[in-house]
């Protein structure tokens, strides 16, 4: 703090924003250059501030008890210890530019403030319990402090790994950050050796572990790389064996669905309800032509789907998508428009874009095999085609910093595991995301993607993506027994709700029905759920919510969601509830197909 944050002219600003970092600066009333910065980078050690020749002052409002300088852990660094009312210990680090040391007084018990103006670094840091060892830890880092971070991945068969490598400034000693469970879980052996005994307690996600070192590699040693198109199990992989009669049900169902006008249900005014209608039919042509083996069927589909497509592909939709040259993306133009941030679920204004663009890019994914097996081209997917298709994927998960136009990783976040959803929208709880499972599929539609289109690293960074999630979501999100991330009053509810980087709430944004929240998180069952979702987990949940004819209780599209969900364990009691002669299609959403739902349940097994 600074004797200027009482001048009503200060302002707050920010720059160098990256994927990882941004710069907070406060700048006096008219001044060009900020009094102080404070590098904000995730997983930062120690607060920093960066003071430009103003008096500092640190206020407490939970009021100093003790006040004690320290002896110099290091050259030209300054050190205190600070005891709150509270009974929690904080250590204070001083760097001066110039070497000359930062004298603090106690001016009163909620004040802290400099003899006068101060050209240098501040560092804060909670040291829980007091305890000399973890002291230590501070002092190796005192000194130092990251700026940003930069991202590298590879990929070898099966097995993935990703380092993050922070940007340093300071006295040139090893870093300190702070890492979470799933990066615990999966550091590498040179990356583990740096951990230390201080753990602090995160909002939503448990205990970070105060880690030195100047970059941190994780590894994943169980990459889906043998999930493709075909219902996916742990047990049995991929399989496209299907029975006699599952594939009889599948052609009767798909003879129905692909008759309906994909036309009429694709050209909507809205991209997420367009693109899963464009995904479902997809799916239920994969389902026709490769799982029931009726090439006559899946091409007559295909030709409508084809046609359905290219409206979004020729970007003539009710909203086309324009770029956007602030912060670097395609948009729905439904907001301009409209005059209505939230149309569209807010697209306009980027929220849910991993959402909304997944099921496009899971439709052509599907589309693109399927019509080269039957033309030997690869469904005359020009080049606009593919551009476009791949200007979507750059949109939400550009890997590329070197890419002028969109910004690295915008969804997904490689720090935290999963991605976010909020946009440009203030939020007092922070960024937030509810479908973890919507999450999931955005990467496993690139990786399909990847694969249709010969592009091998985009597929493995959707496989990498996918390995990332499945950790991050179970500790996080899909809650078994046993969770020591969550508080343990929570665990019962089993999914989290919204998690936002504040708060975690067992609600949704459209409604607090046990379906919706816990369904939110299962949509759409694809080949990759099983992976996400650990059996155990489907199994406790199932036993929470919806056993013993509680599911029959639910209405509409939610109960053959929950349907489908249950087909991951039970296969052979979902098919018979699928081809049973009392299904109707109310219990269909608009993103899904009975052709699928019976083709997953019987290639899992339920047909028998």
Known sequence: MSELMGNSGMTLATDSLTAFSANANLIPKDASSPAITLPLVQGMGFVTAA????????????????????????????????????????????????GSGLALTATS????????????????????????????????????????????????????SYTLSW????????????????????????????????????????????????????????LPTSIG???WNATSGSTQAISAAGQQRIVAAGTSELSQDM????????????????????????????????????????????AAFARFASNKQQYPLVYESAWGGVVSTASYATGDSGVDFGNTYYNDHHFHW???IHAAAIIGPIYRLATQILWNLSLTTVDWVNTLVRDAANPSPAD???????????????????????????????????????????????????????????????????????????????NINQPGNFVGNKVTGILFENKCDHVTYFGANPEYIQGIHMIPINPSSGYIRNQKFIKEEWAMYFSGGRVDQVAGGWRGILYSNLALIDPKA???????????????????????????????????
């Open 404 to 482: 002028p136009y969109f910004p690295v990783s915008r969804s997904f976040d490689w720090f935290h595991g999963h991605s976010w959803a909020k946009g440009l929208f203030d939020s007092g709880d922070g960024k937030d995301e509810e479908s973890s499972s919507e999450d999931a599929l955005f990467s496993y539609a690139m990786k399909m993607w990847g694969r249709t289109i010969g592009d091998a690293a985009m597929e493995a960074r959707g496989n990498l993506m996918l390995a990332v999630q499945k950790r991050a979501f179970q500790n996080y999100f899909l809650m078994e027994s046993g």
């Open 109 to 160: 018990n909620t004040r802290l403030q400099a003899a006068g103006p101060f050209k240098g670094t501040i560092q804060i840091a909670k040291n829980p319990g007091d305890v000399a060892s973890q002291e230590k830890s501070y002092d190796a880092a005192a000194g130092a402090y990251p700026t940003t971070a930069s991202l590298s991945a590879s990929v070898d068969g099966h097995i993935g």
């Open 51 to 98: 003071y430009h020749s103003v008096t500092p002052f640190i206020d407490s409002g939970v009021f100093f008890r003790t006040i004690t300088p320290l002896p110099s852990p290091k050259s030209q660094v300054t050190k205190y210890k600070i005891l709150l009312e509270d009974g929690n210990t904080w250590l204070l680090y001083a760097r001066a530019s110039n």
């Open 574 to 608: 979902a098919y018979d509830w699928f081809s049973g002669p009392n299904f109707d299609p109310q219990y269909l959403d608009g993103g899904a197909t009975l052709t699928w739902y019976l083709a997953l349940s019987a290639g899992l097994g339920g047909s028998g």
């Open 263 to 306: 036309d009429a249900q694709s050209n909507l005014n809205s991209m997420y309800y367009s693109g899963k209608a464009l995904s479902k039919f997809a799916t239920a042509i994969y389902a026709v032509h490769d799982l029931a083996g009726n090439t006559d069927l899946a091409q007559a589909g295909l030709n409508k789907l084809k």
């Open 167 to 222: 940007v340093k400034a300071g006295n040139g000693s090893p870093l300190l950050m702070w890492a979470l469970p799933h990066h615990i879980q999966s550091m590498a052996a040179e990356t583990s050796a740096g951990k230390t005994t201080i753990q602090l307690q995160t909002t939503v996600k448990g205990l970070a572990t105060g880690v030195i070192g100047d970059s941190w590699t994780m590894v994943e040693p169980d």
């Open 229 to 231: 198109f075909a219902p």
């Open 358 to 360: 997944s099921y496009f």
